[in-house]
């Protein structure tokens, strides 16, 4: 069953970040933590993430802009890594009932921020998105969505976009196993899972990439969004 739900949720992952640029994470991790611990869910999650961010960031790599990219990138990768460093000592009941609080929440604010995030690129804004999706994504390996907005407020092209975004992926999804990897989270036997998400993020993502053309995102997105709602809805009553 454990194998089956990781296959799916990747593919259901790679899909969802064909057509939109990002959501890969957001989709697995509304379904892997009914199979593993909040220590252990968002480790398996940036594992499968790796794979795919690195291959796309390679590909899109002659438009990545470093000057508008790493200042965002290195501030998630400091925030990132303390957070991960914080997980042992959290009371994992509580901090599954958060998760859930938080799903419900980034869920109603996607919903309500489809459009180009109305907001203007400056030093502040760069410290607190860089920051807050460290956190998000050190906790609970979800921190692209918070990345996602502000990379299409500072760029002005799809391919830009996307280039970027992925080079803060992939470099940042390094830095989290890593960190997940030395504080034991991440052990050798999750290997053949993270080996079948793999599979599963590249069948998807293949899939979304031919039908992405004839697919409405927009309705795509809010379907998406609603389930993370429910899905955080449903983890929150569960460990009431």
Known sequence: MVYLAVALSAALGG???????????????TILPYFFTMAVAPSVST?????LTVTLAWKLRKSIDLKLTLPPTLL???????AIRFIGSMDLR????VFGAFLMLL??????TEKKAAIRVTPVVTVVCGLLAGVCGGLFSIGGPIMAIYYLAATDSRESYLANA???FAVNNVTSITTRVLSGYYTLDLLPLTLLG?????CGQRFGLKLGGKLNAVQLR?????????????????HL
């Open 15 to 29: 899909f969802v970040q064909s057509i939109t640029g990002f959501g890969a994470a957001v989709v697995m991790m």
């Open 47 to 51: 594992s499968i993430c790796l794979g």
């Open 76 to 82: 998630y990768a400091a925030a990132s890594v303390t």
């Open 94 to 97: 509580v901090m599954t009932m």
């Open 107 to 112: 869920g109603a604010y996607l919903l309500l």
């Open 166 to 168: 992925q080079a803060n």
């Open 198 to 202: 793999v599979a599963g993020v590249v």
């Open 222 to 238: 809010r379907l998406v969004y609603a389930y993370v709602i429910l899905s955080g809805a449903v983890t929150v009553v569960q």
